[in-house]
């Protein structure tokens, strides 16, 4: 019985926090400062979920910060999402192949 009354109250939840805003902002957002907070939301949140991921997912770091490096570079060029991540990926598998041998 304990699991429908967590699953429901969950469910609350997560409604209200997807309900509540639009229920309470009606009109357009006008101040320019909310607007640019709001813009970047997603991105800092894509970026905190995902950094983590990448600096602790190889066996060493140094080859994480490597194929990170390769990655940020290679889409501030504006390459493509699989140029990018096969060149981190190639670069994350060189660096570690290295790092076993020094």
Avoid: D, H
């Avoid at 997807?18 to 640019?36: D, G, Q, T, W, Y």
């Avoid at 997603?42 to 997912?57: F, G, H, K, R, V």
């Avoid at 194929?67 to 999402?81: E, H, M, P, R, S």
């Amino acid at each position: 019985m304990n699991i429908y009354i967590y699953i429901i109250t969950m469910a609350v939840v997560t409604y209200l926090i997807r309900m509540v805003p639009l229920v309470a902002f009606r009109k357009k957002i006008e101040n320019r400062f909310v607007n640019s907070f709001l813009y970047y939301v997603p991105y800092s949140c894509l970026t905190a979920l995902t950094l983590p991921s990448i600096l602790y997912s190889t066996e060493s770091i140094i080859s994480a910060v490597c194929g990170f490096a390769v990655a940020l570079i290679l889409g501030i060029k504006q390459k493509g999402l699989i140029v990018v991540a096969a060149a981190a990926c190639v670069t994350v598998f060189v660096v570690e192949w290295i790092l076993k041998f020094v």
